[in-house]
T-cell receptor, first 115, second 116 residues
Framework: AQSVTQLGSHVSVSEGALVLLRCNYS??????LFWYVQYPNQGLQLLLK??????LVKGINGFEAEFKKSETSFHLTKPSAHMSDAAEYFC?????????????FGSGTQLTVLP | DAGVIQSPRHEVTEMGQEVTLRCKPI?????LFWYRQTMMRGLELLIY????????DSGMPEDRFSAKMPNASFSTLKIQPSEPRDSAVYFC??????????????FGPGTRLTVL
């Protein structure tokens, strides 16, 4: 079975400050990892994904995440927060075996950006 | 491309009524997923289809829920009879087979269902 834990259901940062959203996963097989963003009253949009290869993944809107197998983590970062980054962020895992096309989502982290 | 289209965007109904949610996936995509999002349970996969065939419906909560995909461009999720605990946002997503589990799922805007 696979699972995702997002530490911190709410994170607040000041505009221009570093954004760090934490994600830890559990998977019995090599995982594929995703970060999605959800703006109010909208569907989820892919920010970035890790499949294989380079462990530092760059996504849209200046976000990046690093896959650390030893720590079973896939934390999302952005050097400088912008007001438009305020949204809910979801980490998800998809494994290669079994029902391989199922995404298991974390509970989400609501990001607030303060002026 | 228009993206994944869902209708209606909002639905308010009374307990016991039948509710039908609709989804049009991105043209050419061969996987379609139905999710439910609630505050208590987060995002849950209900069912998914591959080439119009249901592959895994283990997430469907009970027999009151059913989903169909009569063709590659249309799917429905039906709740009959509806109950207040079914109130949630229901998302449809689609993807194109390529690299297995790495396939990106594209989400629709969701249907916010309220059952009174």
């Amino acid at each position: 079975a696979q699972s995702v834990t997002q530490l911190g259901s709410h994170v607040s940062v000041s505009e221009g400050a570093l954004v760090l959203l934490r994600c830890n996963y559990s998977s019995s097989v090599p995982p594929y990892l995703f970060w999605y963003v959800q703006y109010p009253n909208q569907g989820l949009q892919l920010l970035l994904k890790y499949t294989t290869g380079a462990t530092l993944v760059k996504g849209i809107n200046g976000f990046e995440a690093e896959f650390k197998k030893s720590e079973t983590s896939f934390h999302l970062t952005k050097p400088s927060a912008h007001m438009s980054d305020a949204a809910e962020y979801f980490c998800a895992v998809s494994s290669l075996s079994g029902s391989a096309r199922q995404l298991t989502f974390g509970s989400g982290t609501q990001l607030t950006v303060l002026p | 491309d228009a993206g994944v289209i869902q209708s209606p965007r909002h639905e308010v109904t009374e307990m016991g009524q039948e509710v039908t949610l609709r989804c049009k996936p991105i043209s050419g995509h061969d996987y379609l997923f139905w999710y439910r999002q609630t505050m208590m349970r987060g995002l849950e996969l209900l069912i998914y289809f591959n080439n119009n065939v249901p592959i895994d419906d283990s997430g469907m909560p009970e027999d009151r829920f059913s989903a169909k995909m009569p063709n590659a461009s249309f799917s429905t999720l039906k709740i009959q009879p509806s109950e207040p605990r079914d109130s949630a946002v229901y998302f449809c997503a689609s993807s194109l087979a390529g690299t297995g589990s790495a396939d990106t799922q594209y989400f629709g805007p969701g249907t916010r269902l309220t059952v009174l």
